[in-house]
């Protein structure tokens, strides 16, 4: 008998082989969809992070369904963001999101060597972004050359592959140092962490904690705590450093005490009683996190407090019909700014979400590995 996750997975391929044609008659990326429309994202056309979450989810299917529609899907998306390659300057740490899920799924699924070439490219941008004072710099703005954001932990996985693939251990040892750095400047007592943090570029010594895409300096936003846990737990899985392993657990026992009854995700954990700002995305992206956790420490709760996030997910929040092109509800991208989306559908809360359902029914395409 299929269970629910099985038949959302069915649902989830059904409605993005029906909508996904009018993006490619479009020629763009979506980034979120609306009144029967794709919208692209508001910002920095197709070198904003969030181009790759598209082809993610076309991989995820293809893999699913072996469709070829998903994979020339993929592949279209694929083209115009390594065209992006010759914007260097709006290209930032956010390297990771864009190419992982895009020519890093395609080397991986299908072996293309010039995904491979594209892909060891994105590391070296990334590598480039060094400061051997002991991170990664997350932006470009000059008054910004210190700083360094938890989100970064996700791209490191870039840099692990490229070092597996290349044999050049210089990745993952970038990686680990960028890792370290997160760990002792991010992770709280209480097992949050901070957004952003910037450090002097010359000592690599803190000089402050900015306020970020949360409620407020301090609080706790929960796609931030988010990515550290699945952050962590990827850097556990590809560098085997117990330290790491021990901060995503902390991170996972204060995001899964901050889950709501209904199964959602509040947008800050720290956010004022009474105010209703859900981040649907937050619950999707600690699912995974928490499934990937499951698998390395054999613990079944990991697992079923990602099943619960899920079945929140799709209780809720799940819009089958045909009136929007994705599928997620309530995404919200910052607390206070409503400009890239708030409470609405956004496809990277459409990727989380089927790669969560993809981990659950064991057929995920394992793209951050
Ligand atoms: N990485 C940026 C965000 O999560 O909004």
Redesign the pocket.
């Known amino acids: 008998m299929r269970n629910r996750y099985e038949d959302a997975l069915k649902r989830i391929a059904e409605k993005f082989r029906r909508t996904a044609e009018t993006a490619a008659e479009e020629g763009i990326i979506p980034y979120q969809s609306a009144e029967g429309k794709w919208i692209v994202s508001p910002y920095d056309g197709n070198s904003w992070?969030?181009g790759g979450f598209w082809p993610g989810l076309m991989w995820q299917l293809w893999k699913l369904t072996g469709d070829g529609f998903f994979l020339t899907e993929a592949r279209r998306a694929e083209k115009l963001l390594t065209d992006e390659f010759r914007t260097f300057r709006k290209l930032n740490h956010?390297v990771g999101?864009m190419y992982l899920l895009s020519c890093g799924a395609d080397a991986k699924l299908t072996g293309d060597e010039q995904a491979e070439t594209d892909l060891l490219h994105a590391a070296s941008l990334l590598m480039g972004r060094f400061n051997p004072a002991g991170f990664i710099r997350a932006w470009n703005e000059p008054e910004r050359t210190g700083f360094a954001?938890i989100?970064c932990m996700?791209n490191l996985t870039l840099l692990y592959r490229a070092s597996r693939d290349t044999g050049d251990p210089r990745f993952r040892q970038v990686a680990g140092i960028h890792a370290d750095t997160t760990l002792r400047e991010f992770l709280r007592e209480d097992g949050s962490v901070s957004h952003i943090i910037e450090l002097d570029p010359e000592t690599g010594k803190r000089v402050r904690e900015h306020p970020g895409?949360g409620w407020a300096l301090g609080s706790q936003w929960s796609?931030?705590q988010a990515?550290g846990l699945y952050g962590f737990a990827l850097a556990f899985r590809h560098l085997q450093k117990p330290e790491y392993l021990e901060a995503a657990e902390r991170i996972a026992r204060n995001f899964t005490a901050h889950i709501r009854e209904d199964g959602l995700t509040d947008c800050d954990f720290c956010q004022p009683a009474g105010e209703e700002r859900i981040d649907n995305?937050a619950g999707a992206v600690a699912a995974c996190g928490l499934m990937e956790l499951a698998g390395l420490t054999g613990e079944e709760e990991w697992a079923a407090q990602g099943r619960r996030l899920v079945d929140g997910l799709l209780d809720h929040c799940a819009d089958w019909g045909d009136s929007r092109c994705g599928i997620l509800t309530h995404c919200t991208?910052?607390y206070h700014d409503d400009g890239?989306g708030r409470h609405t559908n956004i496809l990277?809360g459409d990727y989380f979400l089927t790669e969560a359902l993809m981990r659950i029914c064991g057929r995920d395409a394992e793209l951050w590995s």
């Open positions: 992070w969030t956010d999101f954001i989100d996700m895409q796609r931030g990515w995305i991208a910052s890239a990277y």
